[in-house]
T-cell receptor, first 116, second 111 residues
Framework: GAGVSQSPSNKVTEKGKDVELRCDPISGHTALYWYRQSLGQGLEFLIYFQGNSAPDKSGLPSDRFSAERTGGSVSTLTIQRTQQEDSAVYLC??????????????FGPGTRLTVL | EDQVTQSPEALRLQEGESSSLNCSYT??????LFWYRQDPGKGPEFLFTLYSAGEEKEKERLKATLTKKESFLHITAPKPEDSATYLC????????????FGSGTQLTVLP
């Protein structure tokens, strides 16, 4: 079946502009995660959605970052007033979510964001 | 706070030269350990999940093992196509269950 898809694959923007990044999770996966991978750094957790529950936003670096998930499926990560330090690869992952276990997360190809 | 440390940072092997990558972790209670492979310009690709000390998983030339303090990814007779960055991660204890990743081992297998 289809994996996690993300769009766009690349985004170049000017400092101060807003950007939207999209993620389509694997069908049937109720959990969705956003991570950020900066050059020379590891993957950094941003936000988590589980079903219709309120998202866990504990990893968002500032209030310029927000995300939503519509209909329990597609998610959009929005970065307002982008800064150069926002340049990174933004990765989306999805997983089955069960209370009794920690399921593997499957990642999309990422969106490479460059802020000029 | 969960911590994951991988070593070495980079490893160059000749084709056929077996070796091991290390992932040591400090967590309040192990709830699984995941290995991923990441090729340049792509997202991490899931390889293995290990849940308890003593557990082993194999896939082609790769074998992952787990102890109470660390995990090893053994690569037997590697080929150039095994070149990638290998990441290990542990799930965070809490509602989000996000993964805490190590910084990875960049493996290069020379023909």
């Amino acid at each position: 079946g289809a994996g996690v898809s993300q769009s766009p694959s690349n985004k170049v923007t000017e400092k101060g502009k807003d950007v939207e990044l999209r993620c389509d999770p694997i069908s049937g996966h109720t959990a969705l995660y956003w991570y950020r991978q900066s050059l020379g750094q590891g993957l950094e957790f941003l936000i988590y959605f589980q079903g219709n529950s309120a998202p866990d936003k504990s990893g968002l670096p500032s209030d310029r970052f927000s995300a939503e998930r519509t209909g329990g499926s597609v998610s959009t990560l929005t970065i307002q007033r982008t800064q150069q330090e926002d340049s990174a690869v933004y990765l989306c992952a999805s997983s089955l979510s069960q209370a009794s276990s920690y399921n593997e997360q499957f990642f999309g190809p990422g969106t490479r964001l460059t802020v000029l | 706070e969960d911590q994951v440390t991988q070593s070495p940072e980079a490893l160059r092997l000749q084709e056929g030269e077996s070796s091991s990558l290390n992932c040591s972790y400090t967590v309040s209670g192990l709830r699984g350990l995941f290995w991923y492979r990441q090729d340049p310009g792509k997202g991490p690709e899931f390889l293995f999940t290990l849940y308890s000390a003593g557990e082993e998983k194999e896939k082609e030339r790769l074998k992952a093992t787990l102890t109470k303090k660390e995990s090893f990814l053994h690569i037997t007779a590697p080929k150039p196509e095994d070149s990638a960055t290998y990441l290990c991660a542990v799930p965070h204890w809490g509602s989000a269950r996000q993964l805490t990743f190590g910084s990875g081992t960049q493996l290069t297998v020379l023909p």
